[in-house]
């Protein structure tokens, strides 16, 4: 496992190719992603609370993981953008 990556705690049940789409929302949200080609992620987290941060219930804000290398990001998403995503190859999973 290379540094910094964290252990995924079970086997998916599910997976799931994913096109990025600065649009389309994601439900149910993935549990995690594999990434199968390294570069910059954009998503939105299952968590985002949009509304406690003053942002429109409607609107997204977005994180974007830098430099993502190949393997599982465990992380739970609602939505993976085209904008400000380099990376490749990206499933999504469901535990």
């Known amino acids: 496992m290379a540094t910094g990556q964290i ?3 079970a ?3 599910r997976a799931v190719a994913v096109t990025p789409s600065d649009t ?3 439900t149910p949200p993935f549990d995690a992603l594999y990434v199968g080609g ?3 992620i954009k998503v939105d987290t299952a968590g985002t609370d949009n509304l406690a941060q003053g942002v429109p ?3 997204s804000i977005g994180v974007t993981f830098v430099a993502v290398p190949v393997g599982p990001l465990a992380v739970s998403v609602s939505r ?3 904008t400000g ?3 490749t190859n990206i499933v999504g999973l469901y535990w």
Do not use: E
């Open 7 to 9: 252990p995924i705690k």
């Open 11 to 13: 086997n998916a049940r």
């Open 24 to 26: 389309a929302i994601i």
């Open 38 to 40: 390294t570069g910059a």
């Open 57 to 59: 219930a409607d609107a």
């Open 80 to 82: 993976v953008y085209a």
């Open 85 to 87: 995503t380099a990376a």
